[in-house]
């Protein structure tokens, strides 16, 4: 089991940026994918983006592509989620999650992460 805390949440304008942190620790946090997911109340957690183990692969939803980028240090145990141009819409509570043994095909699938942080609220005003 990987134990995730997220933190870098916060109030920003519309435009602004923000970068959120994942902190790992517990098991080797380079044998395990690493994704973003975020949630507003009544709407299922949607998938953001997702890393491989070593970098080599990153995944996007396109609602966020060519603005957010995924990245991790390995030797730090920690994965980023560098958030530009926000926009109200991208208000919502963002999870890491960790998964292991994921076919890079399935990344967006929450359901095959076994183990998530406990969110941080990230709320875009206009």
């Known amino acids: 089991q990987v134990q995730l805390v997220e933190s870098g949440g916060g109030l920003v304008q519309a435009g602004g940026s923000l970068r959120l942190s994942c902190a790992a620790s517990?098991?080797?946090?380079?044998?395990?994918?690493m994704g973003w997911f975020r949630q507003t109340p009544g709407k299922e957690r949607e998938f953001v983006a997702a890393i491989s183990e070593n970098s080599a692969y990153s995944y996007y939803a396109d609602s966020v592509k060519g603005r957010f980028t995924i990245s991790r240090d390995n030797a730090k145990n920690t994965g980023y989620l560098q958030m530009t141009d926000l926009k109200p819409e991208d208000t919502a509570v963002y999870y890491c999650?960790?998964?292991?043994?994921?076919?890079?095909?399935?990344?967006?699938?929450?359901?095959?992460?076994?183990?998530w942080g406990q969110g941080t609220q990230v709320t875009v005003s206009s």
């Open positions: 517990g098991r080797t946090f380079s044998n395990y994918v």
């Open positions: 999650a960790a998964g292991a043994s994921i076919w890079t095909n399935m990344y967006r699938d929450r359901t095959r992460y076994a183990d």
